[in-house]
């Protein structure tokens, strides 16, 4: 295979929402550069791109598929993303190492959510947009709405390259306003009958073809002085200028496909070959240094790794850019993530499962290999004088959590390092062991996310393992002070065990001044500060103890284990066993005893001192609370807003945004697990959100009673 320079190589994602056609539209690409000899369906399950045994199991795409074609002397590396959003992982990753974005429409739906979601992703990357209407043979296509959608959506950028003549089952025609010709095809696709354009699509034609003509001279004044003096623009010029709009974002051409049929494949990598930037014209990379690295082919040699693949009697396979300088295989190279030392073995580039070795990759190429020994998507290999990490992919927050055990509890250690294999292929499964929870957590984009997960650890790593819905970190605190006092004492031959802890809580703010006296029953308790500590608590939230004991009634050096003991009760709250949190709490009197006192004994007094003062001090439950983004098309607003108000959501506002709505809302993260697979019934997928930590809020009365209860059932069945 031809060695492609730097100013020969595009890389280019293709993404869109779920059923949109990118894995056929993939296939038909790799058929017509002669990369395959016959085109596979998603349904028969023989496709390039879905090839790992989840995706074949399920029917739809799970992770990124690198692939190239080469296509008149210029090398297209393409990316075929995943279209539901539990996915995406993989489209982010894809969008950060290519340069441009080719998004995909159902003809049959238009722009939906996912598109929208995509092409923010995009927007949010600075990446240039080329959309693809698919699927126009389906008789709900409506192209003038789909167009008219897409303006009002993303504005006059869009500007339409070709248009089809009739879509439905019979379509087989579309007029290309960039060359003003008639495309046309026999049923079976492929090689396009190109004629001029016939007299009743004539005068249309003209008029998107001017449209398209000032949309690329107003990317050059040179250009656009042509335009000026000549009213027109040569095909050269035009391609000049929509390369230059591409590059600056300010021109998104729009190009029809039926990918199902091989109609419109072959024109569309024409312009992918002549038009789209090469990765010399796009805006450089910096590395963590904030430097700006240029993709030369003579420079350092650098390689970001961005995808690990685990395949069957392979192992790891290790997706690579090259960020910098050519690789070769046999280079020795330094980890500057991990300090170690590489050798490269053979370099790859790739089409799904199948790789074909190369003998170098230049600056912008991707590749890949095997074999490493201690590399990691995210890391950075360098050859020697260069020193440069990458650190540019950031993943969305998780979005669904559940609970996960191994179903056998010796395979605990098993499961774990099976996890965090699967999560070198998937970054946005986020594994945590919560303390707090006391259960090992899984993060992920959605339900479908999770399902996957699981079947890859029972199939692949031959780990069954079990979800459950992961326990809320509800948080304590109190409403009002309340004073307690306890003596732990304990003889049982020789040395015993004695401390008296006297103690007042009451309810922390910032800022609040030190206190000076206490009132109880008439009974006033004046405070002589001897000490105090503030701690700001992991889990949010401050306790501040206050050291008011005088006349030696309890010696300092106790002092320590008492704070212990309230931290203990901080820790695992009297009430659902949750943290506590915003807490003061003034020791003032106690005993001690000159033989018998300890640490332990001080330690045991002051929990059970401050968990009496704590349950009488008008204890409340506090319970997470999420802002929540919901993005909806316009006909589910009602369904979801029902939805919502059954959760205890307080809706707070709905934004009309481009071409959907968008329903704010508050809700309590209770109420939130199980909401992704929810909404995606509601909406048939249609519909997506996100959500982010706001505050704890006291939970109602009723449902307060009903966890206090729940736990005292637990701590009963436990004994």
Known sequence: MKIYQTNEIKNIALIGASGSGKTTLAECMLFEAGIIKRRGSVEAKNTVCDYFPVELEYGYSVFPTVFHVEWNNKKLNIIDCPGSDDFVGGAITSLNVTDEALILINGQYGPEVGTQNNFRYAEKLKKPVI????????????????????????????????????????????????????????????????????????????????????????????????????????????????????????????????????????????????????????PKIHNTRGEEVDPVSDGPESLYFFKTGMEPHIGEVSYFKVMSGTAHPGDDLINADRGSKERLGQIFVSAGANRTPVDALCAGDIGCTVKLKDVKTGNTLDGKDCEWRFDFIKYPRPKYSRAISPVNPQDMEKMMAAILKNRQEDPTWVCDNSKELRQTIIHGQGAFHLRTLKWRLENNEKVQVQYSDPRIPYRETITKKAKAEYRHKKQSGGAGQFGEVHLIVEPYAEGMPDPVSYNFGGQEFKVTQKGKEERELPWGGKLVFINSVVGGAIDQRFMPAILQGVMDCMERGPLTGSYA?????????????????????????????????????????????????????????????????????????????????KLQAKIPLKELSSYSTTLSSLSGGRASFNAKFASYELVPNDIQTKLIAEHAAEETSDE
């Open 581 to 661: 949190r915003d807490v003061r709490v003034v020791v003032y009197d106690g005993k001690m005893h000159p033989v018998d006192s300890n640490e332990l004994s001080f330690k045991l007094a002051a929990r059970h001192a401050f968990s009496e003062a704590f349950r009488n001090a008008g204890p409340k439950i506090l319970e997470p609370i999420y802002d929540l983004e919901v993005y909806t098309p316009d006909d589910l607003v009602g369904d979801i807003m029902s939805d919502l108000q059954g959760r205890r959501a307080l809706i707070t506002g709905m934004d009309s945004e481009a071409g959907y709505q």
């Open 131 to 282: 959309f693809l209407v698919n699927q126009l043979d389906s008789e709900k296509c409506d192209f003038d709405a789909i167009v008219s959608s897409m303006k009002e959506i993303y504005g006059d950028k869009c500007v339409l390259v070709q248009y089809p003549v009739s879509t439905g089952s019979d379509f087989n025609s579309l007029i290309d306003v960039l060359l003003m010709k008639k495309y046309s095809w026999k049923p079976e696709g492929g090689a396009p009958i190109i004629e001029d354009i016939p007299a009743e699509e004539l005068d249309k034609a003209r008029e998107l073809h001017k449209i398209l003509v000032e949309a690329a001279a107003e990317n050059d004044e040179a250009l656009m002085d042509k335009y000026f003096e000549s009213d027109s623009l040569t095909e050269d010029e035009m391609r000049e200028g929509i390369r230059k709009g591409l590059v600056q974002r300010s021109i998104f051409p729009v190009f029809c496909v039926c990918a199902g049929k091989d109609m419109g494949v072959r024109r569309l990598m024409e312009f992918l070959g002549n038009v789209v930037p090469f990765v010399s014209e796009m």
